[in-house]
């Protein structure tokens, strides 16, 4: 691939290998590659393969279970709880979101809570899984508390993400949202980069707003009170309720290397057959997004987007073209590459 694209596919091997070489057994790295790549893919970078240098440096200090067998520690009904053995989440997230699909096809709708977990990479892929299995899906995470309270100057809860997805008339639509004003990782990935942050991103550590990715000391809630209690809406559903742990309970991914995190997510599934029905339901949304397309743009704005439309398109153009690798990643993971032993792709 020219120039600093790489294929998906031959990402997705690449970091496949790199997992598998750091200890993560063949089938749950290459589930934790597929959701890194289809971050990049759909331009959600800041949960893609930047993630692949803590994973493994976690798995290899046995941080990360590099060979876990979660369990339905709990089923009743239409709710369930799975035990991550404190594996990479994608791996029971994937397990808990197949299982919500399960449940929901036999009772409607299927609720599957997840403890002893860790970072499960972009909420959305959970969502879309269930989506395109014909399910309103849901999926929240907690994460380690990186966001002050509004009004508060002390890290007290995580981005703590919110993702929906469900059929359309002509496929999905989804939408994937952290409740702070922007992902961490977004934060991480221009300090590394030598970028600067947008103000209103984060603070330092007297709370004044900075442009300074390397000087944040905490980001923020999104808009305010209200992204707050989004956020606290989230730490209830996905930590409280799976008994995970919660705020600084969950433990920090990048700082605590002497205790493995404790992440908790929720996975639903709603099957619209037993509602609306699936025909009138799909109808029913596509005719919204039309609605809202149709709408005049206003002054300066190009045109009205519906949420997960810059992803699709960004999907089809990164499938075309190749995913972007900022040059400071490409060395990274070159680099994680000749420590581990994995031959890394040629680019340039």
């Known amino acids: 691939m020219p120039g600093d694209r790489i294929d998906p596919a031959e990402l997705e091997r690449w970091g496949q290998a ?57 089923e009743d ?27 929901a096809r036999r009772h409607g709708i299927g609720a599957v809570a997840v403890h002893r977990s860790s970072h499960y990479g972009a909420a959305g892929f959970y969502a879309i899984r269930a989506a395109e299995a014909g399910m309103v899906g849901i999926s929240t995470t907690n994460s380690e508390p990186f966001v002050i309270p509004y009004g508060g100057l002390g890290h007290a809860l995580g981005t703590n993400p919110i993702a929906l997805a469900a059929p359309t008339a002509d496929g999905i639509f989804d939408l994937d949202m952290a409740t702070s004003q922007v992902a961490v990782n977004k934060i991480f990935n221009a300090r590394d980069e030598g970028r600067t942050i947008p103000e209103g991103w984060g603070v330092d550590e007297q709370g004044q707003t900075t442009t300074d990715p390397a000087a944040v000391y905490a980001a923020v809630p999104l808009g305010g009170y209200k992204g707050y209690a989004l956020a606290v809406l989230v730490e209830v559903l996905s930590g409280v309720l799976s008994g995970s742990g919660v705020g600084h309970g969950v433990g920090r991914l990048y700082e605590d290397w002497d205790r493995a995190q404790d992440v908790g997510h929720f996975h639903l599934a709603l099957d619209p057959e037993r509602l609306v029905g699936r025909a009138r339901f799909e109808q029913l949304l596509s005719g919204l997004l039309e609605q809202l397309k ?31 690798l900022p040059p400071t990643l490409w060395v990274t993971l070159e680099e994680l590459s000749g420590e581990l032993g994995v031959a890394a792709p040629a680019h340039g």
């Open 18 to 74: 790199l997992l598998t070489a750091a200890g993560l057994d063949a089938a749950a790295a290459e589930t934790v590659a597929v959701s890194l790549v289809d971050a990049n893919r759909r331009a959600t970078d800041s949960h893609g393969v930047a993630r692949l240098p803590i994973y493994s440096e976690r798995l290899r200090k046995g941080l990360m279970n590099g060979n876990p067998a979660p369990r339905v520690e709990r």
């Open 294 to 324: 149709a709408v005049p743009s206003a002054p300066g704005a190009d045109e009205v987007l519906v949420p997960g439309e810059p992803e699709a398109r960004a999907k089809a153009e990164r499938e075309r073209d190749g995913i972007p």
């Open 77 to 103: 009904g239409a709710v369930a709880l799975v035990d991550a053995d404190r594996g990479p989440g994608q791996v029971a997230g994937v397990i808990a979101t197949d299982l919500s699909i399960e449940l």
